[in-house]
């Protein structure tokens, strides 16, 4: 006698309310090391990083890369066990508790948000000027081409999970072969371009405030962690291309900023909006555009790349109630296109206003500096909930029992990093002001604290914590040795 299917729950949705397990470990670690977006990262914060502390944002980026190198095998291990659209807010949620996990929903929002306007906007400029040098275009203008970017990044993201690899590993072809082809001149003229090396006294404010801003530049990595879902092999691959794009973004910056610096009068960079542009000019003089093609290529990957782990990480936090389920729904590709659309719609709203209102743009500056502030509270939390895993609360799984862990070198890591961060953060209230412009750290307190008025606010949502069918698996998964991660 034929039964009926069992009924439909969060633990065991149906495989059309599932995303398309699409990604395999080649388009991972493209993914991985895309998001970074090397060449804009550098082209958007090398002028900022120089004028607040010259040759000194050497060691202040190296300061932040370790921990975010340590997280970045961290977040295999999680992957391991806990495989999730949600990524963070996930981990959080099973292994921190509901209500810190409500709240660190907050700050993911927050810190991916507030990165895309400042993307978009950049993605216009170095349009025009590729297209118009020396043209000041008008704002309507601005904001078309801008449009464009935007419209340009939600095609792939609306197409399905495998477009949006396939279009990410052309621009990564592009861009890695540029930065492979500048470093190579960059070194052969070191010796008849090269500017003298002047450190001088250590900045500790510019310092500290480089290293916050070199979050945003360290970070995107993680993109395989909201894939997660997405891989064809969920608890195999992720955090495998994450671990490659955050070695990979060390290795780029430290042969990239010191060849920039070195090459290039340190006037010419501080407060630039471009400092590549004028590091090429010097490399190859009078084709500038050939930087410029790979930085806006980096800046376009960069942009939908980014959208990508904020609709994914929507997407979950709708599936479970926290949010509106609209988030939550999929279309006819499986991907979340009622996400997408939202996502690049407001961000299309926060551009207009701050290219067409000018009474707005001081606001707009001040809110989207804190892009990298939310990026690294967003990392300093990931570390605490992983110092929590690896000393109690691994014992909530049920393989625990048969495979006790003892990952002590990832127990040293995700603690120092913990450490790293948090002291980064409280020291960013204290120069911040004075680096970015008075009221900073206000806003930040405000968006702090509008973080516990939300996870108060939703406290009666969310109750079931939707549980992906790769997660947890067996205690097969916790025995099997963590490729690549630290030794017990």
């Not at 290529?297 to 939908?304: H, V």
């Not at 606010?457 to 067996?474: I, K, L, V």
Request: charged fraction near 10%.
């Amino acid at each position: 006698m034929p039964t009926d299917p069992p009924a439909e729950d969060a633990a065991h949705p149906r495989e059309t309310d599932s995303l398309a397990q699409a990604f395999g470990l080649r388009d991972l670690i493209p993914l991985s090391v895309s998001s970074v977006g090397p060449m804009f990262s550098v082209a958007a914060t090398g002028g900022v990083m120089a004028a607040q502390a010259g040759w000194w944002t050497l060691p202040a980026i190296a300061a932040l890369a370790l921990p975010f190198v340590a997280s970045s095998f961290v977040f295999r291990l999680l992957n391991r066990h806990f495989p999730h659209a949600g990524a963070s807010y996930h981990w959080s949620a099973r292994i921190v508790g509901r209500s810190v996990s409500r709240y660190q929903a907050w700050i993911l929002i927050l810190a991916y948000f507030l990165s895309i306007p400042p993307i978009a906007i950049p993605a216009g400029s170095y349009t025009l000027a590729l297209v118009a040098p020396g043209h000041r275009a008008p704002a309507v203008v601005q904001m078309a081409v801008t449009v464009f970017w935007l419209l340009f990044a939600a095609i792939p993201l609306l197409l399905g999970s495998r477009p949006t690899a396939r279009v990410t590993q052309v621009f990564f072809a592009v861009e890695m072969v540029s930065l492979a082809a500048f470093g190579v001149i960059g070194v052969v003229r070191l010796g008849s371009i090269g500017v003298p090396v002047h450190f001088g006294p250590p900045p500790v404010g510019g310092m500290l405030v480089v290293a916050v801003i070199a979050a945003t530049v360290l970070d995107g990595w993680e993109i395989d962690s909201y894939a997660s879902e997405e891989a064809a092999r969920p608890r195999s691959d992720p955090g495998i291309g994450g671990i490659v794009g955050a070695l990979g973004a060390l290795v780029f910056y430290s042969v990239l900023y010191p060849l920039m610096l070195g090459e290039t009068p340190m006037r010419s960079l501080a407060g630039s909006v471009d400092p590549l542009a004028s590091w090429a000019h010097r490399l190859v003089p009078g084709a500038g555009w050939t930087m410029l093609v790979p930085v806006l290529m980096s800046t376009a990957g960069g942009l939908w790349l980014t959208s990508f782990i904020l609709t994914r990480a929507l997407f979950a936090m709708g599936r479970e109630g926290l949010i509106p389920g609209s988030f939550g729904k999929l279309n006819r590709r499986r991907v979340p296109g009622f996400a997408i659309v939202t996502c690049l719609g407001a961000a299309t709203a926060v551009v207009a206003g701050q290219l067409f209102i000018s009474s707005l743009s001081r606001f707009f500056d001040l809110v989207l500096s804190a892009a990298g502030f939310f990026l690294l509270a967003e990392f300093f939390l990931d570390s605490l909930t992983a110092t929590v895993f690896l000393t109690t609360g691994h014992r909530r799984l049920p393989e625990a029992a048969l495979a006790p862990h003892s990952h002590r070198g990832l127990l040293v890591a995700s603690v120092a990093s913990s450490t790293v961060m948090g002291l980064l953060l409280v020291a960013f209230f204290v120069y911040g002001p004075e680096a970015i412009g008075s009221g900073v750290d206000v806003t930040f307190a405000v968006l702090l604290a509008l973080g516990l008025a939300f996870a108060w606010g939703t406290r009666r949502r969310g109750r079931d914590t939707y549980r992906f069918p790769g997660e947890d698996a067996a205690a097969k998964v916790a025995a099997e040795p963590l490729a690549g991660a630290a030794g017990s």
